[in-house]
């Protein structure tokens, strides 16, 4: 249940669909691999540097108590 809940997380929900939706598009000759490449590169990147900010803002919290 708790693995449900985490991928119903807006963000993340996000970031799944457009990489189902661009590698669909990227099969199909919609749009070239280096495109796909490309904007599947800014989705991660966004996600993953989301995350860890947030981890180090708890870690810095717990530091400070």
Do not use: C, H, P, W
Request: proline share 0%.
């Amino acid at each position: 249940m708790e693995l449900l809940k985490g991928l119903l997380q807006i963000k993340k929900l996000i970031a799944l669909l457009l990489t189902i939706i661009f590698a669909i598009l990227s099969l199909r000759g919609f749009i070239s691999s280096s495109e796909f490449l490309t904007i599947f590169s800014m989705v991660i990147a966004f996600y993953f540097g989301q995350s860890s900010a947030r981890q180090t803002i708890k870690e810095n919290k717990i530091d400070l108590e």
